[in-house]
């Protein structure tokens, strides 16, 4: 290898000998090394070259005969003589003078030297010896050291150039200097860098940058560029990189040609190459052809190169092909590859050398730091070429699959947000929409924190305020991106950007805007969670959130008091200023008289117990030992405990409060808090709830009451031995009316009430599993206990009754109805086959007084003419006591409750949800049941009889219809959009205390649990209906039809279709994280099609077989609103992803629909707004999804319009029966609405357009335009107020679409298609003019609700008859054009006399039409009485 390249050297040196007369000075060791193979080469030296080494060769021996006096003599002497003094060893040479001073002085000094020019040969030959010594070589080509001489003034620069440099600015030295310095070159081309300690050929290259003047630069560089095909690698990126500092303007382009030849010679010279070509002016030709070359490296190029060759790819990019070269160069670019794998970094504590491991580190920071270099070269270009920035937004933007997107493409948005103020929005707009689409998932964010902390540190401003944004979004994806931006920066950045996070999070929960605040104070428990010492040292930017505490709900109050605590007690000595803060807010808030102070001092107080009583780890490195801290702990707890204690026992609704929110802090830290510290408290709680609330049952009760007390609802008749009852009328009378009977004074300070009843028994079942390890096997005689309620057959008694007894009764009857649903809350999971048949029992039992309260209700409502419930029905909302006033607006489930008939009890029971006691998830297990036995036991324990317990229809509705709402609150569906500006309404959370801390993921896995059994029942409603369906066949109203428990499955079918829609419209189902449990959810339904097969099948094969599951169902649904749920349903499950054929069969399943006929049980058929909206719903359902849309509107325009014209009044279309006179309004808006939707997606004509394709798109406009004048002329026959405005509205839109779209095709295809244009033309014409009589229909009956849409559509009208006369000019046919003036008309065609013409003998102008042949005869539909003064009939100029 060496002696190869000492030929090429030799060889090279042989042609410049020849052509130059260049002179080779090559030292005897590496001579010596290639005498043996290049010793041919330089016998064939030419004779010049031979002639002048001898002269140099004699010169040097007779220099070194005389002791070196003469030559070095001159060197020397002259360079002294000038300002230098050349210093031997490590010293720099030292000049005394200015530069070019030194530089004019030995010019001078050489041309009046008396042998010159001699001379000068004489001064190189000294240089020459002087250099061949290392150190003094060194010297001459690095700086030299200013001096000041002794009693010289001059002074001189801090930084001097190199005596090489000074020698080279000089005229008549420079072209031998030149010709010296490339002769040492080769002396160093086997050299390993650092044997001297220093890189001279580098040093040699960089004398010839920025000379003043070059004499020769062709020469120069044409011998630098032959240079760098024989020298070592090393050598060549020396010289490579050099060039541009070295090249004349002119040189640039023949150089980069050369250049880039070499850089497809191969890949070692390629970032040089690069690096220089940047800084290069190339021509746009020469550039492609560079930039496709370094694309094709970008994936196997060192990282230390990377930069080089993405600068050089950036560099220049111009606007026509920026996309198309920044799409290239992110799909090569993958950061994956930057960093060094996990399991390499985790592994690092491992190693067991620690030169491994710091060898290992430095890789890592190497690494960060090229990535580093990557990102600011990208900065560079971005910042300086707007058409970069443009162009990799649109790159981002144009990618579509979700695995394409890298962690890159979120640092480059973060890149142009934070550099390029102009760009912000579009890149805020293209991360938002890439957020929603799921492709920009919060594991892409979290690798790009961990992986590049370093480069995104840089952008932590727009991180803070992109997170800002985020968190005031409406879509969930958006709000949960930028809150995992918040704690990525707070986990990676340093402590001002985490105190910077933590203000920023404190400024949203203080903002007072509700989703803002949940979210921030979620991302504040996670952060307390996981980072406590972190988030500890910012403590007191969180405690300023007491602060502001008026706005926050219950929900909130509680998080905030957990994150407080949790800072307060998880560091002892840090959080005890946090602590006493917590004390004096809560004594305050509890000493308080206002209501909502009292309970959010309860709720304070509470979640601090949780965080004191919360058991701890042995080795928590506290530094008390365990008795120490039990004690402190426990005397913290008792302060706490007394003081709610005492200010609760007087007020039963805060103590109601108090014991839900003991109950809720036992439920969700099950297994997790030290029950040794409560072990007084409870034991209080377990003697105090018998003695306050159950009794002996006895046949009868002392005392006097409105109504007489009766023992009802008893499951355990047979055990008359220590039978229990609730003690339950009495309560109610003390409280309500302050009766005290003889037998049950209460010696306590403590006031008993039955507010307090469900409470404590909830907090005491689930106190008592906490010990006894989920066992209720001490209280399960409260199951089936009685109740002392009064007898319940009201039937016709409610008339006879006072005010004050009806209002007793229906708070008796809340008060039951709320200790059944918590007993239900208590035993729905016990496994016991008794159990379990008196869960259902008590359900039944709920159903009964629920219907019960509903007959009371309406009577009090009808009695006090609408009056507010008694006072004591707001002391039901024991369970929901947390919020203001509940919410009473009714929400859609709601609604459409009320709707339904007076039959169901529940309807009547919908604004009082809030007062009921909240069913917990885990009840709807009972939905599992299917037939259960209840034994019956008789005294000897032996079976006596068996009876079948069923989950009845009853009882299935009540369920279901509460699940449902459930549902709908917590589980957000994918559609909904935020209200600019929502009203101020009540806490949301009313009435779900319980659900609200359950995360939406929880809840609907709950709901994927029980989808079999509600598939199974589901399954059971449509062979119930299709039975019915074959029993009534033919038959329109069969009296032996139930029409109630036809209206109860109805509403059962359609609470099921709700629970399903909820479930899968749910938009948590778009994020990535949540796949798994949309496949376990889809594969529970696509197996009861294919029972075992479903476990391998693809996520869209699942998609399939559901959604023909699914489909099944349309033959049974018995209520359009059914048919309306179940196409939503279908259409929520079909959109991930929409297949063809699944479009198809939605638009079946939706014309289905609308041609069925709909009627009640009793007979009527079906309406209402209810309805309407629905089948509004439906028909653009049917329309969006139709694969002709134009067609199917003609179908119903054409064909249902006309029968529904020739039925009776009440009647219908007979091919769309739910087309009547009352829904066409509906009909007539949706069809109009997607008429002039449909005509946008008609691209607009183009002059390159063929024959064929024009011919196509006329086609499509002549349907459209006749669509549109069958629905015009519609409203001669229907003329209701909200069909004219929908008219002109859409009229309006359809004239600006044609405008916009058609007339540019009409332009260009006016001569191939004369006659279809004219035909067309003339339809719109006929449309346009009615619209002009709708217009004038509208003023003459002044109706400003019309008249608003009559100056834009005349407007409108007004344009399309000049731009027909501007088409006509473009084809050469003005003649064809003239314009008449149009009467005004009412919408039969009548004239309207009050604007008659005066001329009225002239003719009749609105007939005018134009010349057969022609297009567009009277196009002035645009005219009205304003332009009756203008001109008459008269043909425009041609």
Excluded at 209 to 229: A, E, F, N, T
Excluded at 424 to 430: A, D, F, L, P
Excluded at 695 to 709: A, I, K, N
């Amino acid at each position: 290898m060496l002696q190869h390249q000492g030929a090429l050297v030799q060889a090279w040196l042989q042609e410049e000998g020849n052509n130059k007369g260049f002179v080779t000075m090559v030292s005897k060791r590496k001579l010596s090394k290639v005498d043996v193979s290049g010793e041919s080469c330089k016998t064939d030296l030419p004779s010049r070259c031979s002639e002048t080494k001898k002269l140099r060769i004699s010169d040097t021996e007779k220099a070194s005969a005389h002791g070196g006096v003469e030559d070095e003599g001159v060197f020397e002497e002259l360079l002294r003589t000038s300002g230098i003094i050349l210093k031997a060893g490590e010293g720099q040479n030292e000049i005394a003078v200015d530069q070019m001073a030194f530089q004019k002085k030995l010019c001078l000094a050489l041309e009046k030297h008396p042998t010159y020019p001699g001379v000068v040969k004489q001064f190189i030959s000294g240089l020459e010896s002087h250099i061949k010594d290392r150190n003094q070589f060194k010297n001459c080509l690095l700086p030299c050291t200013p001096i000041r001489t002794e009693g010289s003034r001059t002074l001189v620069h801090s930084y001097c150039e190199s005596l090489i440099k000074l020698l080279l600015g000089i005229k008549i030295l420079q072209p031998a200097v030149i010709t010296l310095l490339l002769e040492k070159i080769p002396e160093f081309f086997f050299d390993i860098v650092g044997t001297f300690g220093t890189n001279f050929p580098r040093l040699i290259v960089n004398q010839f940058k920025w000379l003043d003047r070059l004499l020769d630069s062709q020469d120069l560089v044409k011998k630098l560029m032959q240079m760098i095909h024989v020298s070592p690698v090393p050598i060549q990126h020396d010289i490579i990189t050099s060039l541009p500092e070295i090249l004349e303007d002119s040189q640039q382009s023949e150089v980069a040609t050369e250049l880039s030849c070499l850089l497809k010679q191969g890949r070692r010279l390629t970032v040089p190459i690069l690096d220089a070509l940047s800084r290069l002016d190339l021509d746009a030709g020469l550039l492609a052809e560079v930039r496709q070359s370094a694309m094709t490296i970008v994936p196997s190029v060192k990282l230390e190169d990377l930069p080089v060759v993405v600068k050089f790819i950036l560099h220049n990019v111009k606007a026509a092909d920026a996309v198309e070269v920044i799409s290239d160069l992110r799909k090569s670019l993958d950061l994956s590859s930057c960093v060094l794998p996990l399991q390499i970094l985790g592994s690092q504590k491992k190693l067991k050398s620690q030169v491994q491991a710091s060898s290992s580190m430095s890789q890592v920071t190497t690494s960060q730091n090229c990535v580093k270099l990557l990102f600011d070269v990208i900065k560079l270009a971005v910042r300086f070429q707007k058409d970069v920035s443009e162009a990799w937004i649109k790159a981002i933007e144009n990618t579509t699959s979700v695995s394409d997107h890298k962690v890159l493409d979120l640092i480059v948005l973060l890149l142009i947000h934070s550099t390029n103020t102009k760009n912000r929005k579009q890149t805020e707009k293209v991360l938002r929409s890439k957020i929603r689409l799921g492709c920009m998932s919060e594991q892409l964010m979290q690798n790009a924190f961990q992986n590049h902390s370093m480069v995104i540190k840089d952008f932590f401003p727009s991180i803070l305020a992109l997170a800002q944004t985020f968190l005031h979004s409406a879509h969930p994806a958006i709000v949960s991106f930028g809150s995992c931006m918040y704690k990525q920066a707070f986990a990676t950045f340093d402590s001002y950007c985490q105190q910077e996070v933590v203000t920023a999070l404190v400024t949203h929960v203080c903002s007072g805007n509700e989703t803002e605040l949940d979210i921030s104070l979620d991302v504040l428990t996670d952060l307390v969670m996981l980072h406590t010492s972190l988030l500890m040292r910012y403590a007191t930017f969180v405690k300023t959130i007491l602060d502001s505490t008026q706005k926050l709900n219950p929900c909130q109050i509680r998080k905030l008091f957990y994150i407080l605590s949790t800072l307060a007690f998880s560091q002892r000595q840090e959080g005890s200023y946090i602590q006493d803060d917590m004390h004096m807010v809560i004594r305050k808030w509890l000493s308080s008289t206002v209501p909502n102070h009292k309970q959010m001092g309860i709720i304070g107080a509470v979640t601090m117990i949780g965080s004191v009583a919360l058991k701890r780890n042995e080795g928590d490195g506290s530094s008390l030992e365990r008795p120490e801290l039990n004690s402190e702990r426990d005397g913290q707890l008792s302060t706490l405990l007394d003081l709610v204690g005492f200010c609760c026992e007087q007020t039963p609704e805060v103590l109601a409060l108090y014991y839900d929110e003991l109950a809720s802090l036992i439920e969700k830290q099950k297994g997790n808090l030290d029950l040794q510290l409560l072990e007084e408290f409870g034991r209080s709680l377990v003697e105090d709830f018998p003695t306050d609330f159950v009794v002996d049952l006895s046949p009868t009760v002392d005392g006097s009451f409105l109504f007489p007390v009766k023992s009802l609802y008893n499951l355990d008749e047979d055990e008359s031995q220590g039978a229990i009852a609730i003690n339950l009328l009495p309560l109610v009378s003390q409280s309500e009316l302050g009766r005290v009977t003889d037998g049950m004074s209460n010696q306590s300070k403590r006031v008993v009430s039955p507010i307090c009843l469900s409470p404590c028994f909830r907090l005491l079942r689930l106190y008592t599993g906490e010990q006894n390890s989920g066992s209720l096997e001490e209280i399960d005689a409260l199951l089936g206990c009685p109740l002392y309620l009064t007898d319940l057959e009201v039937e016709g008694k409610l008339d006879s009754l006072s005010k004050q007894e009806r209002e007793f009764l229906c708070s008796l009857l809340f008060y039951a109805l709320n200790w059944f649903r918590e007993v239900i809350n208590a035993f729905c999971q016990q496994q016991d086959a008794e159990m379990k048949g008196k869960v259902l029992t008590r359900l039944e039992n709920i159903t009964e007084l629920q219907t019960v309260l509903g007959k009371c209700l309406a009577g009090k409502r009808k009695k006090t003419d609408g009056s507010k419930a008694g006072s004591s029905d707001r002391s039901q909302a024991d369970d929901s006591s947390e919020g203001n006033q509940p919410d009473t607006e009714l929400s859609e489930l709601e609604k459409i409750a009320a709707e339904r008939e007076a039959g169901n009890p529940l309807v009547q029971l919908q604004s009082y949800r809030p007062y009921f006691r909240e069913l917990d998830l885990e009840v709807f297990t009972v939905l599992h049941c299917g037939l259960l036995t209840k034994s019956v036991l008789d005294t000897e324990m032996h079976t006596e009889a068996r009876e079948v317990v069923q989950l009845g229809p009853a009882e299935l509705c009540f369920l279901l219809d509460d699940l449902c709402w459930k549902l709908e609150h917590v589980l957000t569906p994918g559609s909904t959009r935020r209200v600019p500006f929502p009203k101020e309404r009540g806490y949301k959370d009313i009435g779900f205390s319980h659900l609200c801390q359950r995360s939406p993921k929880e809840v609907a896995m709950c709901v994927v649990k029980l989808l079999k059994p509600l598939c199974s029942h589901m399954e059971n409603m449509h062979n119930y209906f299709q039975a019915v369906v074959m029993q009534n066949r033919g038959v329109e109203d069969d009296p032996g039809m139930n029409i109630q428990e036809h209206q109860l499955m109805s509403s059962c079918y359609q609470q099921l279709l709700l629970t399903f829609r909820s479930l899968f419209a749910w938009n948590g189902f778009s994020q990535r994280e949540n796949t798994d449990l949309l496949r376990s959810a889809l594969q529970v339904l696509a197996d009861r099609l294919k029972p075992g097969e479903t476990e391998f099948l693809l996520l869209e094969e699942l998609i399939s077989e559901s959604f023909q599951y699914l489909l099944n169902f349309q033959q049974s649904v018995p209520s359009f609103h059914c048919a309306f749920i179940l196409t939503q349903l279908l259409i929520a499950i079909a959109e991930k992803p929409m297949a063809g054929w699944k479009k198809e069969k939605m638009a079946s399943l939706a014309k289905q629909f609308l041609c069925q006929s709909w009627v009640k049980p009793g007979g009527d058929r079906e309406k209402g707004s209810q309805f309407n909206s629905a089948l509004h719903t439906l028909l653009c359902v049917y329309l969006e999804h139709t694969d002709n849309i134009l067609k199917a509107i003609e179908e119903i325009s054409s064909v249902g319009v006309p029968e529904l014209i020739n039925s009776a009044k009440d009647g219908c279309s007979s091919t769309y029966p739910t087309l009547s006179r009352q829904t066409f309004p509906v009909f007539f808006r949706v069809m109009m609405a997607q008429l002039e939707s449909s005509v946008k997606s008609i691209p607009a004509g183009k002059p390159s357009d063929s024959s064929e394709v024009q011919l196509e798109k006329l086609l499509r406009w002549n349907i459209a335009v006749r669509n549109f004048h069958i629905l015009v002329n519609l409203v001669k026959v229907f003329d209701s107020r909200p069909v004219l405005s929908i008219c002109l509205k859409y009229g309006r839109l359809f004239v600006e679409a044609f405008l916009k779209l058609a007339m540019p095709l009409l332009d260009y295809s006016f001569k191939k298609h004369r006659d279809d244009v004219q035909s067309l033309l003339k339809t719109l014409q006929l449309s346009t003019r009615q619209l002009h009589h709708i217009c004038g229909h509208s003023k003459i009956h002044q109706d400003i609700g019309l008249t608003n849409h009559v100056p834009l559509l005349k407007k409108s009208l007004e344009q399309f008859v000049y731009r027909v006369k501007a088409m006509l000019a473009f084809n050469h046919c003005q003649e064809a054009f003239w314009v008449g003036i149009l009467k005004n008309r009412d919408l039969q065609g009548e004239e309207i006399l009050s604007q008659a013409s005066e001329e009225r003998d002239s003719g009749e102008e609105d007939s005018a039409e134009s010349l057969a042949e022609e297009p567009s005869g009277s196009d002035t539909d645009a005219s009205d009485e304003e332009s009756a003064a203008g001109p008459g009939p008269s043909p425009a100029q041609p």
